[in-house]
């Protein structure tokens, strides 16, 4: 994978810049291996933290670009943590704060660590599940997506690893809504047929993803799991400007 050269000092790295925990999911997906059909389930006992994939995604980006690890330092209070939690999903998630401006988080080298140890904290300071639904961006969905368009939002991806690290992406499939999801891409490989970026997925937050664009197609594939049977979807770049 080709690593993105940040305006900050450093790239972003999976096992560094990402959630321990997951964005849980309220139905279990279950995919007929010949037809492709769905059916779902309830999850039982429900999952007490659902719906935040975009705040996942966009905290994650909050974190990447506005807060520095310490873990040199002592480890604080819970209050002094959820203090720097607010102050760090409250900045902007479209451009980056320079290394001097970085909220410094005291005892933890990186995000990874310090979700493993405060995931309490994070699940309740960094957004409700409303703020998923209510996204400025989500106003493009209802309008139709040509594979022009798609052609130039891929070209545009590549060229945001230069501009501005960790795009995030809005995957969709509308008007049928068999995924309505955002992911986090971080390193992108290109071939004569196709540009394949690694991602981070906040539903299977243990390793990380792939989106593939096909060239000759020009559409994006989504690979299959345990929420998404695989196939042809459509993106869209989301905090990127004052439209998305």
Not at 130 to 147: A, E, G, V
Request: proline share 8%; net charge positive; with cysteine.
């Amino acid at each position: 994978m080709i690593s993105a050269e940040p305006p900050s000092p450093r790239a972003f790295h999976f096992e560094r810049d990402t959630f321990a925990f997951a964005n849980e999911l309220v139905w279990e997906y279950r995919f007929d291996p010949k037809t492709g059909a769905m059916t779902t389930f309830r999850n039982e006992p429900r999952p007490e933290y659902a719906h935040r994939c975009f705040v996942l995604v966009r905290s994650c980006r909050q974190f990447f670009y506005h807060a520095r690890f310490d873990g040199e330092q002592s480890k604080a209070a819970p209050s002094v943590y959820r203090q720097l939690i607010r102050q760090i999903v409250s900045l902007s998630p479209r451009r980056p704060s320079s290394e001097a401006e970085r909220i410094v988080i005291p005892g933890y080298s990186c995000l990874r660590e310090f979700s493993m140890e405060q995931a309490p904290l994070l699940k309740a300071e960094c957004g409700g599940a409303w703020q998923s639904y209510f996204l400025r961006s989500h106003w493009r969905m209802t309008f139709p997506i040509t594979r022009r368009q798609q052609e130039r939002m891929a070209n545009q991806l590549v060229r945001a690893f230069a501009e501005k690290p960790a795009p995030i992406v809005h995957l969709l499939r509308f008007p049928q809504l068999t995924i309505n999801h955002g992911i986090v891409l971080y390193g992108f490989r290109e071939t004569e047929s196709a540009v394949q970026f690694e991602a981070y997925d906040p539903n299977t937050p243990a390793h990380p993803a792939e989106l593939t664009y096909q060239r000759a197609e020009r559409t994006f594939h989504f690979p299959a799991n345990h929420y998404w049977p695989g196939g042809k979807l459509d993106v869209i770049e989301v905090y990127r400007g004052w439209l998305y």
